[in-house]
């Protein structure tokens, strides 16, 4: 079965300080992979989705991600953050084949001002 | 807004009553799914439709659990019998149809069994 781990439960970081939030899957064939994000008090919104091609993905809020088959990994980065990423980031991922999204448990960051 | 929406928002029930969710998707997405999601994890997967045809269920959703779809618009999610493990937040998402269509999600139900 699919599987999703988040190696980080809670970050905290200061404004301008770069973010790298971990992300690792189990399953051997092609898979589709998503960050999603939710603001306090918001939906679930994506940030960004991996389905072929460039292992590098930009989503928005300059937000990128690195896909690495070899790792089975697709970490999510920026920068520089703000106060305004502080939320909850989730890391999903569907096989080709599927329409289910299997997440992650989500870290939430936290950036001080 | 456009969005997807569901209704009510937040349900407080005892413990052995029914309960019903109602989603509606974006107006022109054939594809609609439940996830749920309980405290510090994230959303699973329950159910999906592709118009009205209910295509596949998660282990997740016992027999108490039934989800329709019935024009291929609006779906419903009732649980009965309600127990106090069915205490999460209830989402729906929707999509177009094709392989490479982001899910869109609405703001939840939060329900809680007392």
């Known amino acids: 079965a699919q599987s999703v781990s988040q190696h980080n439960h809670h970050v905290i970081l200061s404004e301008a300080a770069s973010l790298e939030l971990g992300c690792n899957y189990s399953y051997g064939g092609t898979v589709n992979l998503f960050w999603y994000v939710q603001y306090p008090g918001q939906h679930l919104q994506l940030l960004l989705k991996?389905?072929?091609?460039?292992?590098l993905v930009k989503g928005i809020k300059g937000f990128e991600a690195e896909f690495i088959k070899s790792k089975f990994s697709f970490n999510l980065r920026k920068p520089s953050v703000q106060w305004s990423d502080t939320a909850e980031y989730f890391c999903?991922?569907?096989?080709?084949?599927?329409?289910?999204?299997?997440f992650g448990k989500g870290t939430t960051l936290s950036v001080s001002s | 807004d456009t969005g997807v929406s569901q209704d009510p928002r937040h349900k407080i029930t005892k413990r052995g009553q029914n309960v019903t969710f109602r989603c509606d998707p974006i107006?022109?997405?054939?594809?609609l799914y439940w996830y749920r999601q309980t405290l510090g994890q994230g959303p699973e997967f329950l159910t999906y439709f592709q118009n009205e045809a209910q295509l596949e269920k998660s282990r997740l959703l016992s027999d108490r659990f039934s989800a329709e779809r019935p024009k291929g618009s609006f779906s419903t999610l009732e649980i009965q019998r309600t127990e106090q493990g069915d205490s999460a937040m209830y989402l729906c998402?929707?999509?177009?149809?094709?392989?490479?269509?982001?899910?869109?999600f609405g703001p939840g139900t939060r329900l809680t069994v007392l």
């Open positions: 998402a929707s999509s177009s149809g094709g392989s490479y269509n982001e899910q869109f």
């Open positions: 999903a991922v569907r096989s080709q084949a599927g329409t289910a999204l299997i």
């Open positions: 107006s022109e997405h054939n594809r």
């Open positions: 991996y389905f072929s091609g460039d292992p």
